[in-house]
């Protein structure tokens, strides 16, 4: 069997010091949509060095994305075929907020091995902290098709009862036709995103945007329309990837509000509302 629960958990966790300045956050921020209309006061924040802000769901690729997902790929008890790889949820809880230019220890290391019967999903968990304390901690649930089966534990179901009612806000993002490639060069660097036999190979028709980078687009409408701007105010943001999108196409965000957090569903809007997140929430002040 290619994956060894109990190895994986027993495993010792991996060190790796990570480094970035405001041209990483300014990337980031570009290749999740940022800077339209390019000489917005709003967009700036996010592209002009002298003004700059970083949202927090940054913290899934400062470093070049190292310690990543698909590090976390090759810890001991772990040996699978990037093509059976998706990424099937994320969470992020923010300690405080995350400097424009920083130095830090990231602690990876796998946090759970569940058993879903036609599938394996790990939980990749990273610990962030620099000289001042903890910054961040990101878990990562890794879905891996065929290797479920073994008899393990099944984990706990992600599913949140829907939100009630009509949405409070609904706005829609534009995807760029080359979204993908530039959001790649934050770190993630899996070929399905950019190579189309490979996206084919792993049953798609063509490449797929990466799920952090919806992830991004979407938490930076929630501050961007119901935060007042505010990066600092987001205290933890979770979701659950339901569903691809391709480069191209149109996200549209509906949004639940409430004073101490934000319920928020996407889809993709030129496949008739098809689910792209679900399950997710913001918490913020």
Known sequence: MPIDAAKALAARPRIAELSWDHKDVQ?????????????????????????????????????????GVTGGLSMPGIEV???????????LLVHRPIPVTGTATATHRIAAVYDKGTAAVLVLR????????PLWTNDAQIFIRGEGGWGGDRGPSARLEPPTGEPDRTVERPVRDDQALLYRLSGDWNPLHADPEFAK???????????LCTYGITLKAVVDTLLGGDVTRVRSYATRFAGVVYPGET?????WHTPAST????????????????????EHT
């Open 27 to 67: 990337l980031y921020h570009l290749g999740i949509g940022a800077g339209s209309p390019a000489t917005d006061p709003d967009e700036l924040r996010y592209t002009l060095e002298s003004r700059l802000h970083v949202l927090p769901s940054f913290a899934t690729v400062a470093g070049a994305g190292k310690p």
């Open 81 to 91: 075929d990037l093509a059976r790889v998706l990424h099937g949820g994320q969470s």
């Open 126 to 133: 990273t610990e962030v902290a620099d000289a001042d304390g």
């Open 201 to 211: 190979v792993a049953g798609f028709e063509r490449p797929i945007l990466h799920g």
């Open 251 to 255: 996200l549209r965000i509906r949004m």
């Open 263 to 282: 319920r928020v569903a996407v889809s993709a809007a030129d496949r008739a509302d098809a689910p792209v997140l679900a399950d997710t929430v913001v």
